[in-house]
């Protein structure tokens, strides 16, 4: 093997060693937060020695910053795929409203970690700078979509304030998700919020909910 491919295949290890720390470090945000997180605790989860993850990321605040870089990325890829699958903003709506409510990134063990990460914001600038840069990103990507729709169907305010106001809803249904009764979240009426919302400005485009009753 030449030394080129040599370089690349250990590159390629070491980039799977490290995904599979922060896989470990994120089940175990979601379990004990970030306070109680140990690399420890990740060393545990992922089966391996606690001098491979110190070795991978020095320190837990490394570690930490790791852990939310993937799950933007990770989220970031989601939404472009499910909103890129379609043509009509409609739609595309619809498709974000899916992935937010009830997806595999925006399951319970996803949605802890994210909460976890949000109480940390007003003493952590680096997770602060990091929610800013996504949540600007997210409604750059929102403000198009309800444009397109207010140019069929004139609401009755200003479409960068409707999609505010949806990506609003999308973080307290997501932090409700988490404080709700034993049964855990109730996605159907989740996702029912959100397009009553919609349905609101838009009832051409957002008809009768049929996702769910009461």
Known sequence: MSTPDRKARDAEKVA??????????????????LPGMTLADVA?????????VSFHFETKERLLLASLDALVEEYR????????????PAAKLEALIDLDLGSDVADGRHIAVWTAFWAETPRNPDYRTRFSE?????LARLEPLISALAAAE??????????G????LFDGLWIDSQTGGP???DWSRARATCRAYLRAFFPKSFGPETDWRP
């Open 16 to 33: 799977r060693r490290r995904q599979s720390l922060i896989e470990a470090a994120i089940t175990v945000i979601a379990r004990k937060g």
């Open 44 to 52: 545990r989860e992922a089966g391996c020695g606690y001098g491979l």
């Open 77 to 88: 890829a989601a939404w472009h795929a499910r909103s890129d699958a379609h043509d009509d």
């Open 134 to 138: 996504l949540n600007s990103a997210y």
């Open 154 to 163: 004139p609401a009755c305010t200003d479409h960068r304030l409707i999609a």
């Open 165 to 168: 106001g949806l990506s609003a």
């Open 183 to 185: 049964g855990g979240a």
